[in-house]
């Protein structure tokens, strides 16, 4: 399992969506449930990866989703928004 890297754009999200670096690192290191999935972010040259990644889950459903190469955050759920959606990484 790669270290967790968190990048600036889920830096700048993770405050308005009620998540704390320690609160990434715990769902991540004892999740309620995990999901495989894909990491389908664009490049810089426009094409898609589409690198494994996993989905996090908390038990009360509140999720991360993280590369599994990378370490990369991928997503954060939004954890005050009770109407969030999950979408494609």
Same mark, same amino acid.
Do not use: F, H
């Given at each position: 399992? =790669? !270290?967790? @890297?968190?990048? !600036?754009?889920?830096? *700048? *999200?993770?405050?308005?969506?009620?998540? /704390?670096?320690?609160?990434?690192?715990?769902?991540?290191? @004892? =999740?309620?449930?995990?999901?495989?999935?894909?990491?389908?972010?664009? @490049?810089?040259?426009?094409?898609?990866?589409?690198? =494994?990644?996993?989905?996090?889950?908390?038990?009360?459903?509140?999720?991360?989703?993280?590369?599994?190469? /990378?370490?990369?955050?991928? *997503?954060?759920?939004?954890? @005050?928004?009770?109407?969030?959606?999950?979408?494609?990484?």
């Amino acid at each position: 399992m =790669p !270290k967790l @890297n968190i990048g !600036k754009k889920i830096k *700048q *999200q993770m405050s308005k969506r009620g998540w /704390t670096e320690e609160m990434l690192e715990l769902v991540y290191l @004892n =999740p309620g449930k995990t999901e495989k999935t894909r990491d389908k972010r664009y @490049n810089i040259d426009g094409t898609r990866k589409d690198d =494994p990644a996993t989905v996090y889950y908390r038990s009360d459903g509140a999720y991360i989703v993280c590369n599994d190469i /990378t370490g990369d955050v991928v *997503q954060v759920s939004d954890i @005050n928004d009770p109407n969030w959606i999950e979408k494609q990484y």
